[in-house]
């Protein structure tokens, strides 16, 4: 999704938890028109998990007939997309002339590198019916070293994606090793993102990683004498053993991965430098990027 003002930084309250836990965000709903967002990352008090610098949850929002979602062409420069659904379907094309539906469980990546352009709609099919749409939208921030790569785009089907019973919780390894178990998404850097949906009741105990931070999508989940509410980000610290236990029927994202050196964010732009955003804002005003192969009519004016 595109970002809609030049300030990225998220409306959410700050808590402390117990040992385990160094902060607790609790974002704040935000009206796109239609359908809700829940921001995470980046806050004042957190920018980043790992190389994960963006946490967007959209919905569930329910659409009547001739309405959804339709996010007209936006830039992105030195960061990677990463959009995983649980209900609905996104139709994605870019400047690569990449055209790809995603539906629940695939997994998307979209790797801006240098510079890309993409939109994401529905298919006059989809919206011609009520519908609904309910999922994840992640960024991620490359290395230094890869930030100006060529733009490329890689899509998962979920029947690819490794799926386990961990002492009976159901478990997908969505990027990154966990578990006994790597999933085939392509990483840069060391990255972590797990989904996980435990009964009420179930226990499970957390992958280690660098940094870490666990999204409750739905449910409550308790850490020793902390409860965590649904749509709340835990981060974690850098304890072995964690251990979590639901209180109610949960479905959850953990994600983490390597410490990664400072980012800038400005609209839809991240980088290790202030002067390449300013280069590419200047470039999105004046026309230089390349257009939606398909959609090149339209276009998202900066903020």
Known sequence: MSNH????????????????????????????????????????????????????????????????????????????TVTYLFDGEILHRDSLGSYQTITPGDINLMVAGCGITHSERERPEVTATAHRLHGLQLWLALPEADEEIAPAFYHYPGAGIPAASIDGVAVRVLMGSAYGYTSPVKTYAQTLYVEAELKAGQTLTLPNCAERAIYVAKGELQLKDTTVPEHAMVILHAAEGVVITANADSRIALIGGESMNKRYIEWNFISSRKERIEQAKQDWQAGRFAKVVGDEDEFIPYP
């Open 5 to 80: 003002s030049s300030n990225n930084d998220s409306d959410c309250e700050i808590q402390q938890g117990c040992d385990a836990i160094d902060i607790i965000i609790q974002p704040r709903d935000k009206d796109l028109g239609g359908f809700s967002v829940r921001r995470t990352l980046p806050t004042q008090a957190r920018k980043m998990v790992g190389p994960w610098i963006f946490f967007d949850h959209m919905g569930p929002a329910d659409f009547a007939a001739g309405k959804g979602i339709s996010v007209r062409p936006h830039p992105h420069i030195n960061l990677a």
